[in-house]
């Protein structure tokens, strides 16, 4: 299998920042990692694996950079405030320095996001703030709420962060009209921590008749990687 691994200077974060690339061509599928993950976390547990037969016959290319998780919204040492900022700083960065370089290695029209876990939530928020990039959104075991980061802060900017809030009040038709074209999947399963959040924001979709698809996995299934690799394996 083709490995790429890069690691550059990013002038959002102001500091360096590394990621990998697995494959040649092939639909681009953008991975955010678990709480706190590292870009090596989807080869290290056994996703690039799953994912390597359509990997290697050029059908998908995965794209896995880092996360500043211990620098935004878990970074207790810090305020609240400072949290929200450089979540926006590390958006800017995937928006405005990793996406030139993904459009640059793969020129398809499509792009994927996924997730697993505290990624789940980072490619629907990501995707439903961005749906003029985003073509297909898969949420693995996601967790949606970041109130629990916030110790009671809130502001404009948690808010547009936060998408069982800005989704409910959402009415403008450039935004709702793309997610109704966007494939959404938000899977979980019968014994996962997130269900009750998976199965909210799929009410929230549904109120909004955006399409999507909630995958609950009746089969004993917890909040864990042998569930989310076999999720890998049925969704791309």
């Not at 090596?40 to 694996?49: A, K, L, P, S």
Request: proline share 5%; net charge negative; charged share 20%.
């Amino acid at each position: 299998m083709h490995r790429e691994y890069h690691k550059g200077y990013s002038h959002e974060l102001h500091r360096d920042m590394e990621y990998l690339v697995f494959g040649n061509a092939g639909k681009p599928l953008l991975v955010f990692p678990t709480s706190m993950g590292k870009f090596f976390e989807y080869e290290d547990r056994g996703m690039i694996g799953v994912l390597a037969p359509k990997i290697d016959r050029g059908e998908l290319q995965v794209f896995c950079p880092d996360a500043v998780d211990t620098e935004s919204w878990y970074n207790k040492g810090t305020h609240p405030r400072q949290r929200v900022l450089r979540h926006l700083q590390y958006e800017r960065y995937i928006l405005h320095e990793f996406m030139p370089f993904v459009r640059w290695k793969n020129s398809a029209g499509q792009l994927a996001v996924t997730g697993c876990s505290f990624g789940g939530y980072q490619a629907v928020n990501f995707s439903l703030k961005h749906p003029d990039i985003v073509t297909h959104c898969v949420s693995m075991s996601g967790a949606f709420d970041i109130h629990q980061f916030l110790d009671g802060y809130y502001d404009n900017d948690c808010y547009f962060n936060n998408p069982p809030d800005y989704i409910p009040n959402l009415t403008d038709d450039w935004f709702l009209s793309r997610y109704r074209q966007m494939k959404i999947v938000l899977g979980s399963a019968d014994w996962d921590i997130c269900l009750d959040q998976n199965v909210k924001l799929s009410a929230i979709l549904n109120n909004k008749a955006i399409s999507h698809w909630l995958d609950v996995w009746n089969d004993n299934s917890k909040h864990d990687w042998p569930l989310w690799l076999r999720m890998a394996e049925k969704y791309f």
